[in-house]
């Protein structure tokens, strides 16, 4: 189950993620998983990607998995919107097609993937836009 929690003013269509989040957790048998979703504003990202990852910027997406632990919470994935419709502007693409990759980038991060090497980061770009392709 993909559980939703907005504190934007942003729109987000949560049954297209939710649909997709669904297809992945099963493909990668994780189904009976659970993924919490949390879409926040710029300043509550960049305190957590600071006190996190030391990095005292504005991100589009954050992911806290729970990989190892003796539960079915597979972890949770932190979305800024405004970012993500700032990057899509300059990608040329809709704020949509942009928060669904990013949606699926931080799933990939709870279901074990790394993008701190270059050749990873462009690993989970091929898998994620593939899945996308795949379910959508």
């Given at each position: 189950?993909v559980?939703?929690?907005?504190?934007?003013?942003?729109?987000?269509?949560?049954?297209?993620?939710?649909?997709?989040?669904?297809?992945?957790?099963?493909?990668?048998?994780?189904?009976?998983?659970?993924?919490?979703?949390?879409?926040?504003d710029?300043?509550?990202?960049?305190k957590?990607?600071?006190?996190?990852?030391?990095?005292?910027?504005?991100?589009?997406?954050?992911?806290f998995?729970?990989?190892?632990?003796?539960?079915?919470?597979?972890?949770?994935?932190?979305?800024?919107?405004?970012?993500?419709?700032?990057?899509?502007?300059?990608?040329?693409?809709?704020?949509?097609?942009?928060?669904?990759?990013?949606?699926?980038?931080?799933?990939?991060?709870?279901?074990?993937?790394?993008?701190?090497?270059?050749?990873?980061?462009?690993?989970?770009?091929?898998?994620?836009?593939?899945?996308?392709?795949?379910?959508?």
């Amino acid at each position: 189950m993909v559980e939703f929690n907005n504190q934007t003013n942003f729109d987000i269509n949560f049954s297209i993620l939710d649909g997709l989040g669904v297809k992945i957790l099963k493909k990668y048998d994780k189904k009976n998983f659970d993924v919490s979703v949390a879409f926040i504003d710029p300043p509550i990202i960049k305190k957590l990607n600071k006190k996190y990852r030391s990095q005292d910027k504005i991100t589009d997406v954050l992911s806290f998995s729970n990989i190892g632990q003796d539960n079915k919470f597979l972890g949770e994935i932190i979305i800024c919107p405004e970012k993500i419709k700032a990057q899509a502007i300059s990608l040329n693409k809709t704020f949509e097609e942009e928060l669904i990759f990013i949606f699926v980038h931080g799933l990939l991060h709870l279901l074990g993937y790394n993008d701190e090497e270059e050749s990873e980061l462009e690993e989970m770009k091929t898998i994620g836009n593939h899945l996308i392709r795949s379910f959508l």
